[in-house]
């Protein structure tokens, strides 16, 4: 994929700042699960307090993040930027001046970072499989961060489904049975309607490879906003390091 390294660093500098960097950390709530992620933001530096807001839109990118990464999406670029975080944080909260106080590091992981994962999984995986695996490339380190870049998706499948933009109904009887059965009998977690679609482009045989190949090199947490559509409209799923309870344990 073709990238600039001076707009990459651009984009992260906007986000992170251009000051010294502690990490990536996210609130320990969100991991524990007593915070959702949405509501969480993510510390850079504990003194003083320095922190990235979540699912922000600017003028020419806008950021999200997930349980295990913060996403830059430049909007007239054709890659994002992924930046794994680096572990969680912990607060006290004061009743009296009713305020979080005493951000402190909880917990800073020690073993490889999501995007390396994907890496090697995409390594690892036949080239049947890669066909519905988007790359991940990594871009170098900014202040000890890893920089990852992905090619940028159309669509996740959460989106496109309750988009209204597929239609269950307009399948064949005979395939929702064949996609409910191989999904049964793979549980990939991936949808019965994806199923279907992957059979559509790439037949009976070649999907149950790729689904029982995913099986085989342990691809999980696999949600409508991990997989969807590239702009060229392929199947496609572009999150799948998976994410358990022990990722910031190991």
């Not at 890669?130 to 490339?137: A, G, N, Q």
């Amino acid at each position: 994929m073709k990238y600039n390294t001076e707009d990459i660093e651009y984009y992260v500098r906007e986000v992170l700042g251009s000051g010294y960097l502690r990490g990536l950390f996210i609130n320990k709530d969100a991991v524990t699960g007593d915070l959702s992620v949405e509501d969480t933001d993510i510390v850079t530096n504990f003194s003083p307090l320095t922190y990235v807001q979540n699912y922000c839109d600017y003028n020419n990118y806008y950021v999200n993040m997930g349980m295990t990464k913060l996403v830059i999406v430049p909007k007239k670029a054709n890659y994002v930027i992924k930046i794994p975080f680096t572990g969680y944080y912990d607060y006290n909260y004061n009743e009296d001046t009713n305020d979080f106080e005493d951000y402190a590091l909880g917990h800073e992981r020690e073993c490889s970072d999501c995007c390396d994962q994907e890496i090697a999984l995409y390594e690892d995986a036949t080239e049947n499989l890669r066909k519905i695996l988007l790359p991940v490339e990594f871009v170098g380190m900014i202040d000890g961060l890893n920089i990852y870049i992905q090619e940028k998706y159309k669509i996740d499948f959460d989106g496109y489904y309750y988009g209204n933009d597929y239609n269950p109904s307009s399948s064949t009887s005979v395939r929702k049975k064949i996609c409910k059965k191989i999904s049964a009998e793979t549980q990939t977690g991936l949808s019965n309607a994806f199923v279907e679609l992957l059979i559509q482009s790439y037949g009976i045989k070649d999907t149950v490879n790729i689904l029982e190949e995913i099986e085989d090199l342990d691809i999980y947490d696999l949600h409508g906003g991990n997989y969807g559509f590239a702009r060229d409209n392929r199947c496609i799923i572009f999150d799948y390091a998976g994410y358990s309870d022990n990722y910031y344990y190991e």
